[in-house]
């Protein structure tokens, strides 16, 4: 059996919750990150997966940055982004089975 958080603890922990909630929340970052689940792309790539100009994409994609909800890779003079390793990245994986897999009404 699983052991409780604290009142401290999980007062915390919602608040971090809902902070990674409220910049997921952006329609253009959802996007973005239901493809980086898929694989890593660089912004060239987003831009034309799912349609938004670049400097909106650049503005989200900062956002999501400084979020530490995705991360760089550099390849000469292309930046690929892929999503982190964390946390924020599971629930990420676990919107995109839910709502982002062909068949799922």
């Known amino acids: ?58 503005q989200h994609l900062t956002v999501l940055r400084s979020s530490r909800i995705v991360e760089t890779r550099r390849d000469g003079k292309q930046i690929f982004y892929r999503l982190t390793e964390d946390k924020a990245a599971q629930l990420v994986a676990a919107l995109y089975d839910i709502f982002c897999v062909e068949g799922v009404e």
């Open 1 to 58: 059996m699983k052991a409780g958080l604290s009142s401290i603890e999980l007062s915390l922990r919602a608040g971090e919750v809902a902070d990674l909630l409220k910049t997921l929340s952006h329609p253009a970052r959802l996007m973005i990150v239901c493809c980086l689940v898929e694989s890593e792309y660089s912004v060239g790539e987003l831009e034309e997966k799912i349609g938004v100009g670049q400097p909106h994409l650049s």
